[in-house]
């Protein structure tokens, strides 16, 4: 995690000066994720509870946020930048009556941190429209918690969670439209994450990895992407 900050500030730094313009922005967009093994494992804990359970969220359409500062109007590409983002998802069975409530919840968190590149090919007036490829290094939390309440006298609770890890990598090709007003610059993206994670483990054991009916899980963040974002130019105008 350390190189990988550090290597891309001194790719910035490297290419500042040769940047007339630089930016700091911030997006949100929605993302779809593939989350196969995680809705494999999600069926496998209802089942092996034995009880009705309705699964009512799996892993559904959930928000990503995204902060980025970039550096503008390089030799090739019209913006490079380092961006970090956010993600979350999840997924909840749960059954209840009047004896009582089970649930089984699993909230899985992805950060990434990576470079960003875009280059554009139509340009008219303030409006530009081109590619872009963002890159990143990816780290996945996920926390599955078991609840059950059985109404008394007396009254019996009990809570069980368990907290996995994963890192790994990602690709994110797409197009982008942009729209100069400045100091100000809005972007559409619409694209494609590309997850290369590894297994989930158990956060205190490297070597226990999750495995529901003998099967290795992974986060599997692929899916579609769109977003909005809005930046800030400093420095010279074109």
Known sequence: MKRILLTCTLVLMVLFSFSQRFSVGASIGYGSYSMGSL???QAWRVKESNLPLKTTENYPIMPYYRAEIALNGLWVFDKLGV??????TGGRSTVSDYSGRVNLDALINGNQLGLSVRKDFIRQNNWSAGVYVDGSWLRSSLNAKDYLMLVG??????????DFRATGYSAEPG????????????????GYLMDFSGKLYLKDNKKQWLEPDGKEA????????????????FGKPE
């Open 39 to 41: 809705k494999d494992f």
């Open 83 to 88: 961006f970090y983002a956010f993600s979350s």
């Open 153 to 162: 006298p007396p009254e019996t609770v009990e809570k069980d969670s368990y």
């Open 175 to 190: 197009l982008a439209l942009t729209y100069k007003l400045l100091p100000l610059m809005f972007q559409l993206n619409v």
């Open 218 to 233: 992974t986060p599997e963040w692929s899916g579609l992407r769109a977003g909005v974002q809005v930046s800030f130019v």
